[in-house]
């Protein structure tokens, strides 16, 4: 009999053991195949966040993509088809996984009052309020709006705006736009990408 | 070049006796590349000749090795294997000639004697075949990560591929593409696409350095059954028929 490609599968499938198109028993194989615990990745390209440099990076994630999982990332490594880094990264980077999948990270707003040795943790309704009011009592207190040579300049001088590099495109949109509305000057988000 | 066959024969020899499923597969493999690197000694040692890279013109020589190889199957193969391995030492070399230069024109991954034969004589050629198997390596000095090369399942010369993409049908995008790994085989993995519903192993050498890719692709037999179960096809199967 003439066994095709497609048959041979076919054969193993049903059988559960069966043989190889070249005549090898596969009850072995299929006995150890039965024990064997199977995880699901994926990888996704991405990029760093961390430097102007934006070197290429896969990101390993373990989830077998039923609707119930949450995918977890499990490693973060260099691309090594990337022209930039080549697969290469600085501790920063190949820490990158920390940076997602942490303990230590902040899950809630924390303030360090005036004096304060520690921070504290604050609701979000008070974190809020408390901005608002610290900015506009500061705002109103040390808005500029012409120099000492009278050209309007609308500047405030005391407030200032630190991003960090992993934030999104849409939360520093924001931050630009309410910052420079509000006349802050010293702003940095730190987008480099 | 000889020291490549003998770094692939090395790792069957530790391979088979440390093996659970795929024992009787390694052990076979392991003849099995003996009796290739004969071959491929036999054609590099004989005075003034070269591959000439057209089969019809070479295949006088290599039929020649025709003999000692399909004794070396009849000893160590499977019934069916030794059965038409000796049928095929009986019949008149022509057989042989017609089937090789079909299979030439025309591979395919269920022609044992036709592709054993003649992966030492395309160690000189590039042939441009399906993949057997892919490895990560790495080739940047400084980095942890591996790049990924491909390994022609008929010449076994292996050349540059992108990472995240199917090597069957080019898909890209990462949900599509499926990576199974099990604690048992820890340096090898499944590398599955969902477009196209084809797979091949992939052997990491960043993490076992002194693997033979297309050895240790055997030794994880047991993933390729799983595979199978769960719907996917082999890109080509193997020379021990998984």
Redesign the interface.
Known sequence: ME???RT??KT??IGGAG????????A??????Q???????????STCPYCSVSCGV?I?TLGD?AKNVIPQVVHV?????HPIN????CPKG?SLQQDIVNERRLLKPQVRRPGATDWEDISWDNAIDEIARWTKKTRDATFIDKDKNGYTVNRLETIGWIGGCTDTNELNFLAVKSMRSLGVCYFETQARV | MSEWWDKQIQRADYLAPRANGAKELLNFYAHLLRAQRDIYEFLRSRRGWLPSGELECDLPVLLDALPEFLKAIQSHGPESLAAEAHDLSETDTQVMTERLMMYWRNSSDIQFFEKALLQPYLRWVFCGGNPQVSFLKNKETTAESGNRDLICATCLSSWEFRRVVCANCGEERPAKLGYFHSPEFDHVRIEACETCKHYLKGVDLTRAGFAAPIVDEIDAAPLDLWAREHGYTKIELNLVGV
Do not use: C, M, N, W
């Not at chain 1, 072995?28 to 195949?33: E, L, R």
């Open positions: 066994v095709s490609r041979f599968i193993t499938l043989v190889t198109v070249f005549g090898f028993s596969l072995p194989v299929y006995a150890q195949t024990g064997l615990k199977i995880a699901r990745t994926t990888e996704t390209r896969i390993h993509k490594e260099g691309d090594p088809d080549r697969g290469t990264l190949a």
